[in-house]
């Protein structure tokens, strides 16, 4: 079974710094679709970024990148210049068609 | 409104009532999904709806009921709940099936 893996429930930074979110997943599938998506406190979930299994190039959407080691099945997120709009819950998510699965989280604080 | 929402945000019930949660997308997707959040586990797909068609039910007891009369709209019945099912329920929408979702705020629901 696919399962997706945040080692760390919670995570801290200062502000204006940088933060690295761990995840892992496992399956056996070559073509997948990776996510890493936000809920702030008032709940919604939005998405931060995205990877494409089949793309070698890191997606990056302005201060948020990805690591994508697809043999090591791991698809860590980096926040440069942290804010404090980034305190949330962050969510790895792995997407096969209709088999999505979402890690546990990662509480992330931002100390200002 | 744009984008997924959901009502009610709250919901209280007893064990014996019988309550509906709804979910619409003003954002023209074919594919619509409840997932169950739970306070430190991982988000739970339970239904997956492609163009009004079910084509997922993770192994989701009979007492949750989905219904889905077309593309925008889509419902979750719940008849004769226990405690455990309370929880943060969230609806999603997503355009292709590799296309990320989109999330409601969530209706967060208390059996009592």
Redesign the interface.
């Known amino acids: 079974a696919q399962t ?1 893996t945040q080692s760390q ?1 919670e995570m801290s930074v200062q502000e204006a710094e940088t933060v690295t979110l761990s995840c892992t997943y496992d399956t056996s599938e070559s073509d997948y ?1 990776l ?1 890493w ?1 936000k809920q702030p406190p ?6 931060v970024i ?1 990877q ?1 299994a089949y793309k070698q190039q890191n997606a990056t959407e302005n201060r948020f990148s990805v690591n994508f080691q697809k043999a090591a099945k791991s698809f860590s997120l980096k926040i440069s210049d942290s804010q404090l709009g980034d305190a949330a819950m962050y ?1 790895c ?1 792995y ?1 096969r ?2 088999d ?6 990662t509480r992330l604080t931002v100390k200002p | 409104e744009t984008g997924v929402t959901q009502t009610p945000r709250h919901l209280v019930m007893g064990m014996t009532n019988k309550k509906s949660l709804k979910c619409e997308q003003h954002l023209g997707h074919n594919a619509m999904y409840w997932y169950k959040q739970s306070a430190k586990k991982p988000l739970e797909l339970m239904f997956v709806y492609n163009f009004k068609e079910q084509t997922e039910n993770n192994s989701v007891p009979s007492r949750f009921s989905p219904e889905c009369p077309n593309s925008s709209h889509l419902f979750l019945h719940l008849h004769t709940l226990q405690p455990e099912d309370s929880a943060l329920y969230l609806c999603a929408s997503s355009h292709y099936e590799y296309n990320e979702q989109f999330f409601g705020p969530g209706t967060r629901l208390t059996v009592l």
Not at chain 1, 100 to 105: H, I, K, P, S
């Open positions: 997706v429930p679709y996510f998506y008032s709940r919604q979930m939005i998405l995205r494409e969510f998510a997407r068609t209709n999505m699965r979402f890690g546990a989280g």
